[in-house]
């Protein structure tokens, strides 16, 4: 089992940065993945960054390419993400969830075993 916690999320302008954490806990894995994905009212689950635990490979949606970071602090067993220059398009509940099947880096939900509980990101115009 893992548990993940996310923490970070808030009301922010358009043009603002937050920083959202993932806080993992129980069972570690050392080739397994962190990825954030998020969720609008009325719109799927989509994918934003990845980061495999070991060597810190990371990959990320288009959208969000250039403005939003992952990162990861292996004393502390959290994943972060930097988000700058925020848009009203970014406004969602965002989820972390752990890969712990290995293999290659994976961008589709239904391949993550375990996920947080979701912190909401609202940007406003």
């Known amino acids: 089992q893992v548990q993940l916690v996310e923490s970070g999320g808030g009301l922010v302008q358009a043009g603002g940065s937050l920083r959202l954490s993932c806080a993992a806990s129980?069972?570690?894995?050392?080739?397994?993945?962190i990825g954030w994905f998020r969720q609008a009212p009325g719109k799927e689950r989509e994918f934003v960054a990845v980061?495999?635990?070991?060597?810190?490979?990371?990959y990320y949606a288009d959208s969000v390419k250039g403005r939003f970071t992952i990162s990861r602090d292996n004393a502390k067993n959290t994943v972060y993400v930097q988000m700058n220059s925020l848009e009203p398009e970014d406004t969602a509940v965002y989820y972390c969830?752990?890969?712990?099947?290995?293999?290659?880096?994976?961008?589709?939900?239904?391949?993550?075993?375990?996920w947080g509980q979701g912190t909401q990101v609202t940007v406003s115009s």
């Open positions: 969830a752990a890969d712990v099947g290995g293999g290659e880096i994976k961008t589709t939900a239904r391949w993550y075993d375990y």
């Open positions: 980061i495999r635990w070991s060597g810190a490979r990371t």
């Open positions: 129980g069972r570690t894995f050392s080739n397994y993945a």
